[in-house]
């Protein structure tokens, strides 16, 4: 991993190598933190956050749920966001906030420890390679099944529930396959093991509904939105395993993946990266490096700075 140099911890900046916790940190014990993945990116009139607001948002949804009070507004938040960026002098790259409850009682009440809230940056590429956005990933419906409303909330981003796709990333690496999709308790198509799940079919575009167990993801949010500008029906229908095994084109999005076609499901293949995951991923791409004014409004400088 790319390193940067300065890590906004608290409410002030610390050395990368400086950024450490005790051992008998709640969260590592426990999985008591909740997290945002988001991407910046360059673009001709600065570096802009996609969806700044709309992530920090989510991310103060996810503290309520477990009852850590970040301290901080959104604004604020999303205020440290440009300026650890500032700081580090990076453009393009990946943003990572958490907050956790540190070190302090043990067992499981954590209402007694601390809440630390950090802010990272450094630079990640393609999420599962450069080659995938074009070739497209192969994927395995995961034996594992998906967190549901009502263990792990999955419209909640925190910690311990990524304990869940990382048994699905497991298995399906150690079966040969580049990624996972799980399906809910129900049986229907949740999402990846880090991304949101979109098939195409006659022309329409699919997508299982948040109540099946995915996580409400911006950049699925973001690819409705575009689709439906686009004028591409869009339907939030629960989708089985065999609409994706019979789907014309299957992609897989995600802040860190962005739009990845999917080649194959359990080794049936998909068309690829077809016409309309490639209009998607087009636009996409396009809006992220500020080159598609129609969706401008998705990317956030920071106040004061001038957006030519
Ligand atoms: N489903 C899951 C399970 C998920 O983790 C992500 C994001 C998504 C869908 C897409 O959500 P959004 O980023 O809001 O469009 N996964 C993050 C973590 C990846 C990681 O390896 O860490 C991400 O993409 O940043």
Redesign the pocket.
């Given at each position: 991993m790319q390193t940067t140099e300065k890590i906004w911890r608290n409410g002030s900046f610390v050395p990368w190598e400086d950024a450490q916790v005790h051992v008998l940190t709640h969260a590592l014990h426990y999985g008591t933190g909740v997290f945002e993945?988001?991407r910046a990116y360059d673009t001709p009139s600065g570096v802009a956050v996609f969806r700044l607001t709309d992530?920090m948002e989510?991310f103060r949804r996810s503290a309520s749920l477990y009852e850590m009070d970040l301290g901080y507004t959104t604004e604020e938040l999303a205020a440290a966001v440009h300026a650890t960026l500032a700081v580090n002098e990076i453009g393009s790259c990946?943003v990572r906030p958490i907050a956790f409850r540190g070190a302090g009682p043990m067992g499981l009440y954590p209402l007694d420890n601390p809440v630390e809230v950090i802010i990272a940056v450094w630079p990640w590429g393609a999420?599962l390679g450069e080659e995938a956005l074009d070739k497209g990933v192969s994927c395995k419906i995961s034996s594992f099944r998906r967190i549901g409303p009502n263990t792990l909330p999955?419209a909640a981003?925190a910690s311990g529930q990524?304990i869940n796709?990382v048994l699905a990333k497991l298995e399906a690496s150690r079966c040969g396959f580049d990624e996972a999709i799980l399906l809910n308790e129900e049986g229907y198509v949740a999402?990846?093991?880090?991304?949101?799940v979109f098939v195409v079919r006659d022309g329409v575009l699919y997508t299982p509904p948040t109540t099946a167990s995915?996580?409400p993801?911006?950049?699925?949010a973001t690819v409705i939105r575009m689709a439906t500008a686009l004028g591409i029906e869009v339907r939030q229908t629960n989708l089985v395993r065999t609409d994706l095994y019979f789907g014309d084109e299957v992609f897989l999005?995600?802040?860190?993946?962005e739009v990845t076609p999917v080649a194959s499901i359990d080794g049936h293949q998909t068309g690829g990266r077809g016409p309309l995951t490639k209009q998607l991923q087009d636009t996409f791409f396009a809006t992220v490096n500020g080159r598609d004014e129609r969706f401008a409004d998705m990317l956030e400088y920071p106040v004061g700075a001038e957006v030519a």
């Open positions: 993945g988001i992530h989510r990946y999420y999955p981003k990524y796709s999402d990846g093991s880090g991304e949101n995915c996580l993801g911006i950049t699925r999005c995600g802040t860190a993946a």
